[in-house]
């Protein structure tokens, strides 16, 4: 297995502050891997342009042109980037053996894919890049990534902890992947499903090095709501328990009630009872919302379309 094809897979959407640093240093550590004879001559970055606004894919053509190991694959519009990280996978497996995906900010350290391709030489099928600590993030962003794993494990989703899209696969696991058809991607979830042998590689997180980060508080949420709709129905049972809940709550008010009636005090207080409508009322809404979001799911699964359209691959 020594000597692989490897395949760096780098999704990008309006990465032209971060490109300049993130190309040089991704070319120098092939460049040092294939000295090393770690990997084969033919490996190569695959830079994956997710419908950019900026000038993404006019730089990476630049570097495609004035390098053999740099490669381009232009999306046809803006997909995410989980379908972004996917076209890059599916399109490297191609001639491939091993590939690695990493962002292009960089905030994961590159110079733990040496260590995983050993790892890949020693006959693991997937490689997880984990972070020892978070002491980079700011005190919003490390409590929501926290709440997050911790959201996603109560929910029943197998995924690993601290553990983003920074791995590696071989070609058989990407394969398998591949077999996976669902258009609402969560791939923290897809890849444990897999089932092949796996090791883990930790290293400590950069900040990053330009640019904006590409993942807020509004899409981590659309995030981890993805993730759980795609992979539990336990928010589906927690319905059915607060129902039940509801109900007996409903009992011991008619039972207070009817006391309170044979003591002849009747039954007083409208802002109590209001207060119960707008709560169960509430309750109601967001268990409509749970199954609207699951009909969701359903209905774009339903119509099959790709997950995106390739306008340009350069070699």
């Known amino acids: 297995m020594e000597n692989s094809t490897l395949a760096i897979v780098v999704p990008c959407f309006n990465e032209e502050e971060v490109l300049p640093q993130t190309n040089r240093q991704l070319v120098a550590l092939l460049t040092d891997m294939m000295t090393q004879h770690l990997v084969g001559e033919g490996s190569y970055i695959l830079y994956v342009d997710d419908g950019s606004r900026d000038r993404t894919w006019q730089i990476i053509n630049e570097y495609s042109d004035a390098s ?11 997909v995410g980037h989980q379908n972004a990280l996917m076209a890059g996978l599916e399109t490297a497996r191609e001639d491939a053996d091993v590939t690695v995906s ?34 980079t993030d700011t005190f919003f962003k490390r409590t929501t990534a926290q709440m997050f794993y911790k959201f996603m494990s109560g929910m029943g989703v197998k995924s690993v902890y601290n553990h983003a899209d920074f791995r590696l696969m071989s070609q058989r696991a990407v394969n398998a992947l591949c077999q996976y058809e669902e258009r609402n991607l969560f791939l923290r979830g897809l890849v444990p499903l897999l089932g092949y042998k796996t090791d883990s590689v930790y290293y400590d997180r950069l900040e990053r090095q330009a640019g904006e980060s590409k993942y807020p508080l509004s899409k ?26 509801f ?28 207060l119960s409508i707008w709560f169960v009322g509430g309750c109601l809404l967001i268990c409509l919302s749970i199954i609207a979001a699951y009909i969701g799911r359903i209905y774009t699964e339903g119509k099959h379309r790709p997950r995106y359209n390739i306008e340009k691959y350069l070699k």
């Open 68 to 78: 053999v190991h740099v490669r381009g694959l232009k999306l046809a519009g803006n």
């Open 102 to 135: 990493i962002d292009a900010d960089l905030q994961d350290d590159i110079h733990a894919i040496p260590e995983m391709v050993k790892k890949y030489n020693d006959g693991c099928d997937i490689v997880y890049g984990v972070r020892r600590k978070r002491t």
């Open 220 to 245: 981590m949420l659309s995030f981890a709501i993805d993730g759980v709709t795609s992979f539990s129905v336990k928010p589906l049972r927690l319905i059915f328990d607060l129902g039940i809940i």
């Open 247 to 274: 109900l007996l709550i409903s009992f011991a008010i008619l039972i207070y009630v009817i006391v309170s009636l044979c003591k002849g005090n009747g039954a007083q207080g409208w802002a109590s009872i209001m």
